[in-house]
């Protein structure tokens, strides 16, 4: 039963993320599935966790091509909760989720110390 949910949930990730290289590892002490996203140079994409349904869960991670972090936030049963950061050169916004719904937003400028 287990390895049927296994290829349940790898199979929405296929469908989900089209031809990208991923790597996946069910982890026995949470039961969750741990994958790793590529982009097409090599640098890692994406991190986080599926549930062995197929549902988002814990923290992600999106980094660019060039590897620097781009977005942080974490997932309940596939559904966006609590601060979300996106990180761009200049600004960092700050977006506040409940029930899956946008409820505040922020940006912080960055400031150069040049």
Known sequence: ??????????L???????QQKRDLKL????NLIEVVYYHDN??????GTYTTDGKLQGE?????TAGKK?????YDNGKKVGK?????????????YKEN????LSETEIKNNL
């Open 84 to 96: 979300w950061f996106y990180y761009t050169n200049e600004t960092i916004k700050e977006v506040d």
């Open 101 to 104: 719904v946008i409820a505040s």
């Open 1 to 10: 039963m287990k390895k049927l949910v296994f290829i349940f949930a790898f």
């Open 27 to 30: 982890n026995k002490d949470t």
């Open 60 to 64: 992600w991670l999106s980094f660019d």
């Open 42 to 47: 090599g640098a890692v994409s994406q991190t």
């Open 12 to 18: 929405i990730t296929v469908v989900s993320f089209g």
């Open 70 to 74: 781009t977005v942080s936030g974490n």
